[in-house]
């Protein structure tokens, strides 16, 4: 191995490791974000070439301004009637996430992730495609399910892997799957949903289906050559999906500079890839609902991928295994300049005369009782801690469609294994 | 019924599935204006369209998770990865996400889809074409693993794969695609026309995954094969003039235990023989089998015959290929034991 002191006439090469601007001690640093004015950003017509959005990707797609009003090209001018929706969803899954995250910090199931922060993202994107466009998630999508109005004791049954759970007590809590409601079986290796996503849509477009697939991932997974192969599939074959990466700055403990995300911005991979790309506020609801409406409408006319960059904070730890207090400064959530989703909507329909604070305290306590209810009877069929999906037989289902015989044998012998233990 | 060799058979399994089923396409690296390397796929772009049989970006792991998503909606994907050698890139998707799809959503999905790929050598490939990775594969819960050994079966069974409801990866041994090379590799291989099972029917018809054959009765030893390996055995047996029961398995996932029980029960000594790798290959899993489950009929130790634990190397082929001198040797042995 050549050292640096064989040859001095050479500058010594360093290695650069990028650091958050704020580890635990110091003062949350929020100043390297450059933040346009809401409604600064044009708007291409849905049918633009893809290069026309190339100059958007490093910009910020943004429709309500600080006294929250909606303003400029990209306000999808929505009714009061789905704006107050779209926030009780919000509100529904904030209240969810809050009742489980306790759940799991008593014990009654083993883990559980909450989107606190990233509520717009899937609720606003999940309003502005049609029901029945399949998603392919990653597990902070929740809002997904809760605004296609899947059944709150189903998922607690699930987080629970109780006798009631559908997925049988086979995946981790929050990994739900349901086709009736287009959310794709969450896998826990991430970014592979990414190019199954491509898959789904190029299906759809081969059978001249009208149905298309929106596909998420996060920041830090982006780094898969998953992700590469699902925007150049998608790029290649114009697929009929629209693509979202959730940049909520944090992959565990990881800030998205290890991802790349000091260098350009992730919207900008589209550039590369010759498909359309935007990037938007992922805490201002209606740019999720302009921008997801405008990818999914051109996905619809045959006109190819969007990469849609949702620009966000994780304002919680990764998971109720994770502690955030250890690598970031506390409170870094509360500090994010673009503001809280729920909030800013919230703001909004006051300013347009369509809410009033105590119609929001009277939902509140509304969805809090339906969340509560929704608890009491998913617990009728147990939790993990108190009376789990326990069904040994089941255990070998599924992996075929039917039993072959070394299963047959391995499942007779699991059956007589709990026998044992019994007796 | 027509001659074909085993590209034309696989061939003719995809026209016909392909005419019967619109939800049957193609997919993988040069399949489609141009046919496939081996030209299994010839003409089907042209017959069915560009949609229903077109080409790859060269990205293994984009083509499974294609097929993923293609099969999640409904369709029969049926992927080429263009070497065995290159599969790895399409692990994780192949792994982590097909073999587990049925199961982790409780059958809200499952992925009638196979995953097409020449493996083995003999062929002159070096390290990077040459691999027999099949045991990676049966030790993954939910895949079906399936091996031809001749134009007939390779027709039954990629049609059986194609109609299965699970996912498969399919093994097609490349040495033996225009004949069956037995191992004596300074003869001329005889073409698959001179060979019965070269007769293959023209239309539909399955060989069900999961059921082996026994291509050669015996008495004195039973020999588990697949692919390239059974032509070998054959070979070898008759060349020593030893009385064995060869068996082609056929599918390694699900095995057929019932036709190897038998056998073994009836010849009392068995030997393995696979081209791949020996330490955790398939026959580790075959030989284990053999002893659970027949140990009080053996007369002699379970026997592996197999690739050496080296990557495959360019010129030393036919000192890695595990052919007839080994093969010869190891009978004898097994049956003076």
């Known amino acids: 191995m050549n050292k640096a002191s064989e040859r001095p006439n050479r500058p010594a090469l360093s290695l650069y490791v990028p650091e958050p601007p704020a580890r635990p001690g110091d003062e949350v640093d929020f100043s390297h974000i450059e933040i346009p004015a809401a409604g600064s950003v044009r708007r291409p017509d849905v049918a633009a070439p893809a290069s026309d959005t190339h100059e958007l990707v490093y910009s910020l797609v943004r429709v309500l301004d600080d006294d929250g009003r909606a303003v400029g090209p990209w306000d999808p001018k929505l009714d009061p009637g789905t704006l107050r929706r779209i926030l009780r969803d919000m509100m529904l899954v904030r209240v969810f996430d809050d009742r489980m995250y306790r759940a799991q910090r008593q014990g009654k199931t083993s883990f559980y992730m909450k989107c606190t922060g990233e509520e717009a993202i899937a609720v606003a994107g999940a309003h502005a495609l049609d029901r029945d466009d399949m998603c392919f998630p990653t597990y902070r999508q929740q809002g997904l399910l809760v605004a296609r109005d899947y059944p709150l004791v189903q998922m607690m049954c699930q987080i629970y892997s109780n006798r009631g759970d559908a997925l049988k007590g086979r995946q981790l809590p929050i990994m739900y799957a349901s086709n009736a409601h287009g959310f794709f079986t969450i896998s826990g290796n991430l970014a592979t949903q990414f190019p199954q996503a491509v898959g789904w849509a190029m299906a759809s477009a081969i059978r001249g289906d009208s149905r298309i697939a929106a596909g998420y991932i996060g920041d830090g997974s982006t780094a898969e050559g998953d992700f590469h192969a699902a925007c150049t599939f998608a790029g290649v074959y114009r697929a009929p999906v629209v693509l979202n990466v959730v940049n909520n700055q944090w992959a565990i403990s990881t800030f998205c500079g290890i991802a790349g995300g000091e260098l350009t911005t992730f919207a900008a991979r589209a550039v590369g890839y010759g498909i359309a790309g935007l990037r938007v506020d992922g805490n201002d609801a209606l740019a999720v609902y302009a921008a997801t409406r405008w990818a999914a409408d051109r996905a619809r006319s045959n006109l190819g991928p969007t990469l849609i960059e949702f620009f966000t904070y994780r304002v919680e730890g990764h998971s109720t295994s994770d502690d955030p207090s250890v690598y970031r400064p506390q409170n870094a959530g509360a500090a994010w300049p673009l503001g809280d989703p729920v909030a800013r909507l919230r703001q909004h329909l006051v300013a347009l005369g369509e809410w009033d604070d105590e119609r929001h305290q009277a939902q509140l306590d509304q969805l809090d009782a339906e969340v509560r209810a929704a608890q009491k009877e998913a617990e009728k069929l147990g939790t993990l801690q108190s009376d789990p999906y326990l069904n040994i037989a089941s255990m070998f289902e599924d992996v075929f469609e039917e039993l072959p015989w070394h299963l047959r044998e391995q499942q007779a012998q699991a059956i007589a294994e709990g026998e044992a233990k019994r007796r | ?337």
Not at chain 2, 270 to 290: D, K, N, Q, Y
């Open chain 2, 1 to 337: 019924m027509s001659v074909m060799n085993m590209i034309q058979a696989l061939n003719s399994a995809h026209h016909v599935m392909m005419e019967r089923n619109p939800e049957t396409v193609v997919l993988g690296e040069d399949i489609g204006y141009f046919g496939g390397v081996f030209r299994v796929t010839e003409g089907l772009q042209k017959k069915f369209g560009k949609e229903r049989a077109f080409d790859s970006p060269i990205s293994e792991n984009g083509i499974v998770a294609i097929a993923v998503g293609m099969a999640a909606y409904g369709l029969r994907p049926v992927a080429e990865i263009q070497f065995a050698d290159y599969i790895y890139p399409g692990f994780d998707q192949i792994v982590s996400e097909a073999a587990k799809m049925r199961y982790r959503s409780a059958g809200e999905w499952h992925l009638p889809m196979v995953i097409r790929t020449p493996y083995g050598g003999g062929i002159f490939g070096g390290q990077t074409h040459s691999q027999s990775p099949e045991a990676l594969f049966t030790h993954i819960a939910g895949i079906k693993t399936v091996i031809p050994s001749n134009p007939y079966d390779a027709k039954g069974l990629l049609i059986a794969a194609i109609e299965d409801n699970d996912p498969v990866v399919f093994f097609e041994p490349k040495r033996i695609y225009n004949g069956p090379f037995d191992g004596f590799y300074e003869r001329p291989v005889t073409p698959w026309a001179k060979h019965p099972a070269a007769e293959v029917p023209d239309g539909h018809y399955t060989v069900p995954l999961g059921k082996a054959a026994v291509v050669r009765e015996g008495e004195a030893i039973t020999i588990l094969a697949y692919g390239t390996m059974v032509h070998v055995a054959l070979a070898t047996a008759a060349a020593e003039g030893i009385d064995a029961e060869v068996i082609d398995l056929r599918t390694l996932v699900p095995v057929d235990i019932e036709t190897i029980e038998a056998s073994v029960r009836k010849t009392g000594r068995c030997l393995i023989v696979h081209e791949a790798t020996r330490t955790s290959g398939f026959g580790a899993e075959l030989a284990a089998l053999v002893q659970e489950r027949c140990f009080y009929h053996l007369e002699a130790p379970v026997t592996r015959v197999t690739g050496w634990d080296t990557p495959y190397p360019h010129s030393m082929e036919w000192a890695y290929f595990p052919g007839p001198v080994r093969l010869g040797l190891a009978l004898k042995k097994a049956l003076e034991d």
